[in-house]
Structure formats: C-alpha cells, structure tokens
C-alpha cells in the first residue's frame, strides 16, 4: 500500500515541478533559460517539492538504495514534512491573495502549494514509523532554511530578483526583511515542533498497543 501510493504521489510530484518549470520557460521568453533555471531553483516551494517528490520517489523504486534508506529515516520525513507543511501555509496566508493563476499555471500552483504537501502529510502520518523524534530535532531541521536564506540573500544582491515579497531586500530594506525572515524562521520551528508532538504521541499509542 505505501510503495504504491508513494509512486503515485511522485508521478504527481514531478509533473508538477516538470510543468511550473516549462511555464517559467515559455513564459519569460525574454530571459535566458539559465537565469530562469536559476531563479526556478531559488523558489522554496520548488526545493521542498523536489524533497518530497526525491522522499516519495526513492522508496517507491529502490528503497534498499543508499538514497532509498536515508529517505526513509524518520528524521528525514518529519522534516520534509515541516518544510512542505510551511511552503502550503505560507502560499495560503502570505501569496495567494497577490497572484490569480489561471489553466496551466492554476494546475501547477494548487499541485504544488495543496496537493503535495497533503499528500505528504498523510504519507508520513500513515506510513513513517513515530516515537523516535526528539525536540531538538526542528531546532537541526532549521539549518536547510538558514542556509536558503543565505542563498536568496547573496543571489538577490547580485541579480536584483527576489522570489517572495516578505524577502526582497531592496524594496523593504535589510532590517524589515529580516524581521520577516525571523518569523518564518519561528514558523518553521512552531510547525516542527508540532510534527514532533505527533511522533511522540503517535509513538506512545504504539507502544502501549504492542503491550497489550
């Protein structure tokens, strides 16, 4: 039942990043498709989405696989959790009320910021071993975000692109991005903490039923 529905979940992963990948394409045919590549990349949402699509694919196919194993450590897909978890919050209560996608890229945005991370979501809660958290965990998993901070930093600097409004530096100044920065940042370690709650939970009920 897992591999199964985890080679679904990726097939809809990846024809999701394939296609907002070939609407950034033709869509800006005014840019080159290396600026456009590496601005795709730049998109939290496309990072974690590639997490979850690698997270549903590797144990789908070759879960014996060096890839397959540590794809399928509980630390690893509690924090893809987290992360999918906040790219559809914030979508939802930070960017959907500014933009108004329509055909393709309507489709792309809803797999992307709804579909998957529920998907996922429901792949840990059913298929991930719980009960091996621990809550210094979120505090770890916060390393990925601080180092995309730092990326998206550098590269809107030297580019003059930013891929969210609650980051662009040189239109809110260094200081007010920062403070939006830091919220997510606690956002991130709030959502986090509440995956861990779940596992310890989850993981309790377990045991006492293996007991019984």
């Known amino acids: 039942m897992a591999r199964l529905y985890r080679a679904a979940f990726a097939c809809v992963g990846w024809f999701a990043l394939i296609l ?71 979508y939802h209560f930070l960017l959907a009320g500014i933009w108004d996608p ?33 809550w210094v965990d979120p505090a770890k998993w916060l390393v990925v975000v601080l180092i995309y901070g730092g990326w998206t930093l550098a590269h809107g600097k030297l580019s003059g692109w930013w891929p969210y409004w609650f980051v662009d530096v040189d239109t809110l100044g260094l200081g007010k991005a920062m403070i939006y920065f830091a919220g997510l940042l606690a956002f991130f370690l709030i959502v986090g903490l509440i995956v861990v709650a779940i596992d310890r939970t989850f993981g309790r009920r377990d045991r006492r039923l293996a007991s019984a």
């Open 102 to 134: 329509q055909g393709w890229a309507l489709l792309a945005n809803n797999l992307l910021h709804y579909v998957m991370p529920a998907a996922f979501v429901v792949d840990w809660l059913a298929f991930t071993p719980k009960g091996r958290l621990r």
């Open 20 to 90: 907002q990948y070939w609407l950034m394409i033709s869509g800006n045919p005014q840019m080159g498709a290396g600026e456009l590549t590496l601005n795709f990349f730049s998109y939290f949402t496309i990072l974690s989405n590639l997490l979850v699509a690698l997270a549903l694919t590797a144990p789908a196919v070759a879960p014996n696989s060096r890839l397959g194993r540590w794809s399928l450590s509980e630390g690893v897909r509690a924090a893809v959790a987290m992360y999918i978890v906040v790219v559809g919050l914030t």
